[in-house]
């Protein structure tokens, strides 16, 4: 079994950074892809940014040229490093991984990091 476990959210001011961390433990040959989402009160939840075991990336448009997601391969961690943030970032931060085990693929969702910015 995997268990994806974040942290790193909080409540920052307009402008601020946070960096997120999404650790993934358990039965892990390796990690393929992984995606941070986010779900803001009253919205669906929505990808905003995906990288592969390559360190290829991919980000949707509103956090473009202000997040950076990252891979620590010997870590098992995915980053999310946030700046420029802006109110409309308030939302509650999800990770998500395609992890390969033996011969199974799974997919794993964390329970979630809260993250505020405040005007």
């Known amino acids: 079994q995997v268990q994806l476990v974040e942290s790193g959210g909080g409540l920052v001011q307009t402008g601020g950074s946070l960096r997120l961390s999404c650790a993934a433990s358990g039965s892990i040959d390796s990690i393929l892809t992984t995606a941070w989402f986010r779900q803001a009160p009253g919205k669906q939840r929505t990808r905003i940014a995906t990288?592969?075991?390559?360190?290829?990336?991919n980000y949707t448009d509103s956090v473009k040229a202000r997040f950076t997601i990252s891979l620590d391969n010997a870590k098992n961690t995915v980053y999310l490093q946030m700046s420029s943030l802006k109110p409309e970032d308030t939302a509650i931060y999800y990770c998500y991984a395609t992890i390969r085990s033996g011969a199974a693929l799974s997919g794993s969702w964390g329970q979630g990091t809260q993250v505020t910015v405040s005007a």
């Open positions: 990288i592969t075991s390559g360190g290829s990336t």
